[in-house]
């Protein structure tokens, strides 16, 4: 039993020796994902490229049969230690999987493979015509990680997150059987909703191996806002009343000027507002550019009466490119001195409230807690720094105690999130990170629910065992 030569050997007869890693090496460099901690890091015992659903079901079958683990990877891009592999177990490794399946424009669809890259994604749709709204971030991640966190990003306010666009999986389950969930169609009410249980389900109940998205039209125009304020609870402040308009924008994302200072840094490039301590950036889509305009003219006086110092409009493609990749790159601009990233998500009312006890713990623990995130979905990515922000966006000392202070600030945190209705994970997952605090954060009865609908999934526990729950 376990990660025999025999094990091997039989892994080498179903996906070929090239596509079987054992060396440490190879191996290292698949222990984590971008979870900033380095607690989070496990050795395989082997990694396995897969290249097909028949490869994924033959190898799930002999894994069943030796007891041995399987943790699925994609891009890595995590942020929870999803894709950390168990102790003894195997990573499956989906890169050759790519493949466009169907792209059908008359019902408005692609079916890809999970091992597909989101860049990819955003081409091949980008060649049909139409427009895949969800942005998760990282263009790295691939199709399956992304529908197995049921990632989020900017565009989530006006769109949705990525589960609004799945209509269909195929996945392998964990006796190596496969299974077809959903479709081309739009409407079913045909039993329990099994397509929904897998997503963001984090590799835990079946390996996904192909997803079908249904597509929207491209819109005529799009705009970049960037709304500088004297303070950052000023700014989210604003995000109600622009949101109790008729206008629906596509993005509406806040951060702290002290932040973009590590960014402005890294790309050498100047954020466009000059005053201010907080902005926001709001991006607005439409049927053409005068709709798009209009929309911006309306928000304009809204957010000028909620205090805002200036109206800043990208207009070119060039400049909304520029201040999107700045607001991209702003966890990778901090990295260097984060030692936790945070992913709360709280009702829209809340942010403002939520935001100021972030500043209370910075004043009364004496640290650093960079803000930033989704104003207009409630997401607020917090980051905890183990060394200090200089004024010029560079990092200085070490802060004194930190991996004592880390945990306080999680409980804080997790705690002020519960109180005002809201969550532990917005997108980034459950994964190992957050598993322990879920089980403060949910309730009993919630959780054995959790525990039984993964036992009739998995019964042998091989599926990324200790994750989530």
Request: glycine letters at 10%; aromatic letters at 6%.
């Amino acid at each position: 039993m376990g990660v025999t030569e025999s094990f091997i050997k039989r892994c080498i007869d179903i996906v070929g020796s090239s596509n079987v890693l054992t060396n440490e090496s190879e191996l290292k460099p698949l222990s984590h994902d971008e979870y900033p901690g380095e607690e989070l890091s496990v050795i395989p015992s082997a990694a396995i490229r897969v290249g097909s659903e028949e490869e994924i079901s033959s190898i799930v079958k002999l894994c069943a049969e030796e007891n041995v683990p399987i943790t699925v990877r994609g891009g890595g891009t995590g942020l929870s230690g999803a894709c950390v592999p168990s102790p003894g177990g195997v990573v499956m490794l989906m890169e050759r999987l790519n493949k466009v399946i169907d792209a059908d424009k008359e019902n408005q669809t692609i079916t890809v493979e999970a091992g597909m890259t989101l860049r990819r994604l955003y081409e091949e749709v980008e060649k049909m015509g139409l427009f895949f709204p969800p942005h998760p971030g990282d263009e790295g991640a691939f199709v399956g990680g992304v529908v197995a966190t049921n990632a989020g990003g900017a565009r989530a306010v006006k769109y949705g997150t990525v589960k609004r666009f799945v209509i269909g999986l195929s996945v392998v389950l964990s006796d190596g059987s496969k299974i077809e969930l959903g479709g081309k169609f739009i409407k079913s009410s045909t039993g329990y909703n099994l397509l929904d249980l897998m997503i963001g389900s984090e590799g835990t109940l079946g390996i996904i191996t192909k997803v079908t998205f249904t597509l929207h039209p491209k819109p005529g125009d799009s705009k970049t806002l960037v709304i500088p304020f004297n303070n950052l609870e000023e700014a989210i402040d604003s995000v109600p009343h622009m949101l109790q308009t008729n206008i629906v924008p596509a993005a509406v994302e806040f951060v702290e000027h002290s932040v973009l200072k590590c960014v402005e840094k890294l790309l050498n490039k100047k954020w466009p507002a000059k005053e201010g301590t907080a902005s926001l950036m709001v991006i607005l889509d439409g049927r053409d550019e005068e709709d798009v305009m209009a929309q911006a003219e309306a928000l304009s006086f809204i957010l000028e009466d909620k205090g805002a110092i200036d109206i800043l409009l990208a207009e070119t493609k060039e400049k909304q490119e520029e201040v999107l990749q700045m607001r991209s790159m702003l966890y990778e601009a901090l990295r260097p001195g984060v030692a936790e990233i945070f992913d709360i998500t709280v009702p829209r009312s809340e942010i403002a409230n939520h935001v100021k006890f972030v500043h209370s713990l910075e004043r009364e623990l004496g640290i650093q807690l960079p803000t930033y995130g989704h104003a207009a979905d409630g997401n607020v990515h917090t980051h905890f720094m183990r060394r200090y922000i200089r004024e010029d966006g560079s990092f200085g000392e070490e802060v004194q105690n930190w991996h004592e202070l880390i945990e306080k600030v999680r409980l804080a945190l997790f705690e002020d999130a519960k109180k005002r209705g809201g969550v532990i994970s917005g997108e980034h997952g459950i994964g190992l990170a957050k598993k322990e605090y879920l089980k403060k954060m949910v309730d009993d009865k919630k959780l054995e629910l959790m525990r039984a609908i993964k036992k009739v999934f998995d019964h042998r526990g091989i599926l990324n065992p200790g994750k989530v729950i």
